[in-house]
């Protein structure tokens, strides 16, 4: 599921490729990207076979020669070396910490979470276990299940028993930082969702590497963006095929815009977290172009073509309560699509921004007949509304 922020970007995108059909031919001409050039980081050689007294120090983790991808994960062992340490995590469209996730290799937990109603900042202890939902056993997991036990006293295991399962959906490394994407697979809350609303949170831990390959130059590519920096002109790239599986090594790395091109005009919102990317580069490997992808909706879904949105915003806003909650300065945010009672359905969340984050309290949907249901969280079910 994509984060609250990202619930927007249809509309970004559909005014960002106004400018012509060019940017859909491009896309349909997108071939298999040629693996990027080995990095200029090589092995340090090897010792002299001449054994010393003299004791080799250990290199520390942001010394460490990584000749292999530490994220590309072997076995469950290599993941949780890499989980191992604390991890940050910000809400939807801020940039500001909200919560510290501490983890161990012998399977516990440790997390500091900032209480988006007063402040307050609340500690508590679990456990966690990783698991496999889209890979093979003969493979790394792919799930992280984060539990609260009887021995958890906290305030965070008082509202909620379950951290949240969560699949690891995507990963890279970008600037220094081991980037993870979740998205939460149990039903109920986790403890991103009840305080946050987020059901698709990001990781990040800071370890000094450093990328290993090298910017692609004179090439037509798709790519996630991971990270933009405006001053600079840079945004961090991990390069992807067609199919949007990753190319090489998980590595974002830091591309100059050229001087025509002006990454402030882009959509902010697909810069970061993963947004994928058409990119073109020149010689010097500056980008020259970036057109965002739009992902089109599934097959089961074609009932919904040339219902939109806005038509599905203006249907809710006819309902009296929807009318008063708006009054009291709620926003809008589309949620995707859903199906109830074999229609499609846009769904639409209500609730209240501000510069860090969306708090999502009321969640609707729409359906191309003029349906209009209400999500009861008690009962995990989708109600009409009377529109009477």
Not at 207 to 219: F, L, N, V, Y
Not at 250 to 277: F, K, R
Not at 364 to 371: I, M, N, W
Request: aromatic share 12%; charged share 25%; proline share 6%.
């Amino acid at each position: 599921m994509n984060r609250r922020i990202s619930k927007l970007l249809v509309v970004f995108v559909v005014l960002f490729l106004l400018s012509g059909c060019s940017a859909l031919e491009a896309w349909e001409k997108i071939w298999d990207p040629k693996e990027p050039a080995t990095g200029s980081i090589k092995p340090d050689p090897s010792p002299p076979e001449e054994s010393t007294n003299t004791p080799v120090p250990q290199p520390t983790e942001n010394e460490k020669d990584l000749t292999s991808d530490p994220l590309d994960f072997t076995d469950e062992d290599a993941l949780k070396s890499v989980l191992e340490g604390e991890w940050v995590y910000c809400p939807p469209a801020s940039d500001s910490p909200a919560a510290w996730i501490t983890f161990s290799t012998d399977g516990e937990f440790h997390v500091r979470l900032k209480d988006p109603q007063d402040g307050a900042v609340l500690e508590d202890t679990g456990v966690y276990h990783l698991d496999w939902w889209e890979t093979e056993k003969e493979e790394a997991p792919d799930m992280i299940c984060l539990e609260f036990t009887e021995d958890s006293s906290g305030p965070i295991s008082n509202k909620t028993s379950s951290a949240g399962d969560h699949l690891i959906r995507l990963k890279t490394l970008c600037d220094g930082e081991v980037l993870l994407g979740l998205m939460q697979l149990n039903n109920g809350d986790s403890m991103f969702s009840l305080y946050f609303s987020d059901t698709a949170p990001f990781l990040r831990r800071y370890t000094g590497w450093q990328p290993q390959e090298e910017i692609r130059k004179s090439e037509t590519f798709c790519a996630q963006a991971w990270k933009v920096d405006y001053e600079t002109q840079t945004v961090w790239l991990d390069d992807i095929n067609e199919g949007f599986d990753n190319i090489g090594r998980y590595e974002a790395l830091p591309y100059q815009a050229a001087s025509q091109m002006d990454l402030t005009s882009l959509p902010s919102q697909v810069l970061v977290d993963g947004g994928i990317w058409l990119v073109r580069t020149d010689e010097k490997g500056q980008i020259f172009e970036m057109i965002p992808h739009v992902f089109e909706i599934d097959d089961e879904y074609d009932e919904l073509e040339g219902f939109t949105e806005e038509e599905a915003a203006m249907l809710l806003s006819e309902v009296q309560e929807v009318q008063e909650y708006l009054e009291q300065g709620m926003t809008m945010f589309f949620d995707g699509v859903t199906e109830i009672e074999d229609e499609p359905c846009i769904m639409i969340s209500l609730g209240r921004a501000d510069e860090e984050i969306f708090v999502s309290e009321f969640s609707y949907a729409v359906s191309p007949t003029g349906r209009i249901y209400f999500y009861d969280a008690s009962t995990y079910s989708w109600n009409i509304v009377d529109m009477e």
